[in-house]
């Protein structure tokens, strides 16, 4: 058997965890390579806490090299296209050949694609944006703070839920009781894809910490000299301070290879994580995967953008790639399990968790909320931004025992 060249594009969630997977199953004579133009990691679950100023930039990031496993070849160069017929992959650097790919290049931020928007917005969504915003509450005067859910889709459904709660906590530290925090966004109701009882709890969440919750508004214009938000059919709204999740798209290397659809996203087989094309596989955040049920009559619902599904996406294809290049038949498949934990501030955060394949629509539990799924999302944190190694391995077993304690069968 010759050796293989596994060439993973992206090292962010997706792509760190496919490339080790595929290190610790391939024996040695085959190469998995793994293409980042970014040499450190920032992990972007903590772009909240880096916001609030309860983490520090060093907190929150790491070098790529120590986060995967040893032996994976780690190439820090941008990709500049994709060739899929003659198997191989452009970088700002060299030609890279490959015998099977994996796309884990996530989404891009398209802040420029409303109005008006660029210009006037924060955003909690890059590791740049929230520094910029936690120097901005900091020195905040007070008033309306607007966050807007600008387009759809986004990355992790919970985090602009989070992010209002997390700013309102801040204000209310602060002494600006008068502020007040608005969340707009275009879905009918917060986290639409988990149902309409989890949409009540995270609606009365809100509530409770003074956020008011503005379903079915969809931004269409922002003029930053009166600081007047414009949505479709609705009133307009002024505010001091604006905080934006921007509108996503699919990577522009997706889109040049012909493997994206129409929206700009790749659609990929749902339990294997395959492309149309052959030795070609897709995870994480560039991925398009319809699930069952409908958001609206005519529109078909798709899994949420999410660090975890990603993860466990990567695991899949590390895995069906190891057998078939070992030649033996595999049944592993991606089942659509899932879990977030969301941050409410004062060290307190839900847990909502479930099958997002279930029929005929996903089935998703939230559990009380306490200090336990707090304490949860700082371990989760802390193996995720450990070297590979001992004390990696013995975070993520004491996130598997604590979980299992508190029946979460999938962590
Ligand atoms: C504020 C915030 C909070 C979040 N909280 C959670 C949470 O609590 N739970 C959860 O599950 N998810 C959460 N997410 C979502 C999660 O971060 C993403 O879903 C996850 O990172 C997707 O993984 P990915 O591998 O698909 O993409 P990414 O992790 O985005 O990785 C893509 C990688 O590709 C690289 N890349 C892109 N283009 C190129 C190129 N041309 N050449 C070379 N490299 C390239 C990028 O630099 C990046 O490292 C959160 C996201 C945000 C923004």
Request: aromatic share 8%; charged share 20%; proline share 7%.
């Amino acid at each position: 058997m010759s050796g293989k060249t596994v060439l993973i594009l992206g090292g962010g969630i997706g792509g760190m965890v496919a490339a080790s997977e595929l290190r610790r199953l391939l024996p040695t004579e085959h190469q998995v390579a793994l293409v980042e133009k970014n040499p450190k990691h920032a992990f972007p679950p903590s772009f909240l806490w880096l916001m609030t100023g309860d983490r520090q930039p060093d907190q929150i990031t790491q070098d790529v090299r120590r986060l995967v496993r040893s032996g994976v070849e780690v190439i820090l160069a941008e990709v500049q296209s994709i060739d899929l017929s003659n198997r191989s992959v452009q970088t700002n650097a060299q030609t890279l050949n490959y015998d099977y790919l994996i796309i884990a290049l996530g989404a891009e931020l398209a802040i420029d694609a409303i109005p008006g928007l660029a210009e006037s917005a924060h955003t909690y969504y890059t590791f740049d944006g929230s520094m910029k915003l936690r120097d901005t509450l900091r020195n905040f005067a007070g008033g309306k703070v607007a966050v807007v859910v600008s387009a759809l889709p986004y990355k992790c459904p919970g985090a602009p839920h989070e992010g209002a709660m997390l700013i309102a906590n801040m204000l209310r530290k602060r002494g600006l009781q008068d502020s007040e925090v608005h969340l707009f966004t275009p879905e009918p109701q917060p986290m639409p894809v988990a149902g309409p009882a989890l949409g009540e709890a995270v609606k009365q969440m809100l509530a409770d910490r003074g956020v008011a919750f503005h379903p079915l508004h969809k931004l269409n214009q922002v003029n930053p000299d009166a600081r007047e938000l414009a949505f479709d059919g609705k009133d307009s709204f002024h505010y001091d301070l604006l905080v934006a999740i921007p509108p996503h798209r699919g990577p522009r290397l997706a889109r040049e290879s012909g493997l994206a659809n129409e929206a700009g996203w790749i659609p990929v087989d749902r339990a294997t994580l395959q492309t149309k094309h052959e030795n070609v596989f897709a995870i994480g955040d560039a991925t398009a995967i319809q699930i069952p049920g409908r958001w609206k009559p005519d529109v078909p619902m798709m899994l949420p953008k999410a660090g975890v599904f990603a993860h466990a996406q990567a695991e899949v294809v590390a895995r069906r790639i190891a057998a078939e290049i070992a030649g033996v038949k595999t049944e592993d498949m991606f089942c659509g399990d899932g879990y977030c934990m969301l941050e409410a501030g004062e060290d307190v955060a839900g847990f909502a968790f479930g099958d997002f394949f279930a029929e005929p629509s996903p089935q998703i539990q939230l559990r009380q909320m306490g200090w336990t799924w707090h304490v949860g999302k700082v371990l989760f944190e802390q193996w995720w931004l450990a070297p590979y190694g001992l004390r990696r391995e013995v975070l993520k077993q004491a996130l598997h025992f604590g979980g299992r304690a508190l029946g979460i069968p999938m962590m």
